[in-house]
């Protein structure tokens, strides 16, 4: 049972993540009104997120190593949580900028962990699809609730509490994660002592970076198309909260 709940909270901060991602797209009419921004602001504001995700997933793996799987999640939800709040309360293209880019870093170091710590439980049982399947799912339905619930919730709340709710999520993330976790590998913090180290062959290379091109032009293309599907939406009649809505059942659609 407790591999299941730690699961669950290892979902809820990669759905976290999604939510954040996606709350500037979700929000773009409001933050183009309010903040005078054109959309190809708010499309950099979008794409630095996950700018640095080569040299933050490296890094991110190698503080793994160092100082074990948790301490780089928490420490992940943290930078998430920080940039979260601090792009909430300071104003401004270049302070949005900056926000959004300590998160990103936080979120991508906290995904490479997410997906190892994961494995490291299910490892070798037959449920392990199952679980890593719920991981993976919890990227698109983030986004979903994203385009489902920001702008509706816009229509009474200010955009400064709008930019909030995403790190608000970080946070519980970070506690129940905190609460729940316990390393599959007893007294290894990182389940170093529990795993053989293998050179890894040129051929493993080839396919590890063939599998890396895949998965990255397929997100490519799952964000774009749930990104700017509302905008086309609005320019049909639909209401912003309604095309926000259609949007999502893009999301939703990926999750089953």
Known sequence: MRRWTILAALTLARVAMALQFQSIAALAPQISDQMSLGFAAIGTLV???????????????????????????????????????????LAGFEAQLAAR????????????????????????????????????????????????????????????????????????????????WRSPFGASATGAASVQKDRVMRTEWILIGLAGVIWGLYNVAFIAVITWSADKLSDTGATVVAAAAGASVIGWAAVI
């Open 101 to 180: 880019l300590v998160a990103g870093v936080g979120a991508v170091a906290l995904n490479v962990m997410l997906t190892k710590m994961a494995g490291d439980w299910f490892q070798g049982r037959s449920d392990l699809p199952v679980a890593m399947g719920i991981l993976v799912s919890s990227w698109p339905a983030g986004l979903a609730l994203a385009m489902l619930i920001l702008p509706y919730l816009g229509l009474s709340l200010p955009l400064e509490t709008l930019l909030m709710v995403p790190a608000v999520v970080s946070v519980g993330a970070g506690v129940l994660l905190a609460l729940v």
């Open 47 to 89: 794409g630095i997120y996950l700018l640095p995700g080569v040299v933050a997933a490296l890094f991110g793996g190698w503080a793994g190593q160092v100082i074990g799987d948790i301490r780089t999640a928490l420490a992940g939800l943290t930078l998430m949580a920080a940039g979260g709040f601090a792009g909430a309360m």
